[in-house]
C-alpha cells in the first residue's frame, strides 16, 4: 500500500511564475491536508479538502492560493505569482473518513520543497 | 484544541531509553493526545495516540497522568535513526470542522552515539 505521494520533490520557480504542487493521498483516504513549513519554524495548517469540497481554508493566504481536490486524480496546491516569501516545504496529509473514530490519524507525504529565486 | 508545552530539545544515549514529556493541563475530556516526529527533511510521522489509558505500539508507548495533564512517549531503545523533533498534540478527533493538526515547536531529541 503505498504512502502518501508528493511531486515535484523540489521546484525552483523565479518570482511571478506559477507554482503547482501535487498530492496523491493514500488509497482509501478521502481527506486531504496541506501544511506550510517554512525555514526553522514548525508546520502550519493551511488548507483542509475532501473530494471535490474545500472543508477548511482557514490557514491558507486569501491571495495568489488556491486548492482544490477533484472527483478523479490529486489534490493540486497553486500559487500563482510566487514571491521569495513562498519558499517552504508544502507537506500533504491524508486520513480516512473522519467521524466517530480516533484512528483518523494523518499521514504525510515526503513534502515538496518550493524555492523561489 | 489544548496547547501542549514541550521543552525545546534533550539529549539520549543510544541504546537507553529516551522519555520526552508534554505538558496539557488545559485538555478537556474528548480530547486525545497525539503524538508525531519529524526526522529532518522528512514529512512528519505519526507515532501513537491515547485518550487515558497508557498505549504502547511497535514504535513507543505513551505513559498519561491520570489527571491527563501530562504525558510521556517512551522510546524503550533509542537508535541514532531516531533523532528527530517530537511533537505533542492534543486535539478531538471528533471535531470535524478543526481537523487539522497545530504544530507547536516540538522537542528535539538528539540521540548520542
Known amino acids: 500500500n503505498a504512502g502518501v505521494m508528493q511531486n515535484p520533490r523540489h521546484l525552483v520557480r523565479r518570482r511571478g511564475q506559477e507554482a503547482r504542487l501535487r498530492c496523491s493521498p493514500m488509497?482509501?483516504?478521502?481527506?486531504v491536508y496541506w501544511y506550510r513549513q517554512l525555514p526553522e519554524e514548525g508546520l502550519k495548517f493551511m488548507v483542509y479538502l475532501q473530494k471535490e469540497n474545500i472543508i477548511d481554508e482557514s490557514g491558507m493566504p486569501k491571495e495568489r492560493f488556491s486548492a482544490e481536490f477533484p472527483k478523479e486524480g490529486p489534490s493540486i496546491l497553486r500559487i500563482q505569482q510566487v514571491v521569495r516569501g513562498d519558499s517552504a516545504a508544502y507537506f500533504c496529509?491524508?486520513?480516512?473518513?473522519?467521524?466517530?473514530?480516533?484512528?483518523?490519524?494523518?499521514?504525510f507525504g515526503p513534502g515538496t520543497r518550493l524555492t523561489v529565486l | 484544541d489544548a496547547k501542549t508545552t514541550q521543552p525545546t530539545s534533550m539529549d539520549c544515549a543510544e541504546g537507553r531509553a529516551a522519555n520526552l514529556p508534554c505538558n496539557h493541563s488545559?485538555?478537556?475530556?474528548?480530547?486525545?493526545v497525539y503524538w508525531y516526529r519529524q526526522i529532518h527533511s522528512q514529512g512528519p510521522q505519526y507515532i501513537i495516540h491515547g485518550l487515558k489509558n497508557n498505549e504502547t505500539n511497535e514504535m513507543a508507548s505513551l505513559i498519561i497522568t491520570e489527571d491527563r495533564k501530562s504525558s510521556t512517549l517512551i522510546l524503550p531503545h533509542a537508535t541514532l535513526r531516531d533523532t528527530a523533533v517530537y511533537y505533542c498534540i492534543v486535539r478531538s478527533p471528533y471535531n470535524n470542522a478543526g481537523n487539522m493538526l497545530t504544530f507547536g515547536g516540538g522537542t528535539r531529541l538528539m540521540v548520542k552515539p
Open positions: 496529509a491524508s486520513s480516512t473518513q473522519s467521524g466517530i473514530s480516533s484512528y483518523n490519524e494523518q499521514f
Open positions: 488509497k482509501g483516504h478521502s481527506h
Open positions: 488545559t485538555i478537556s475530556g474528548n480530547e486525545y
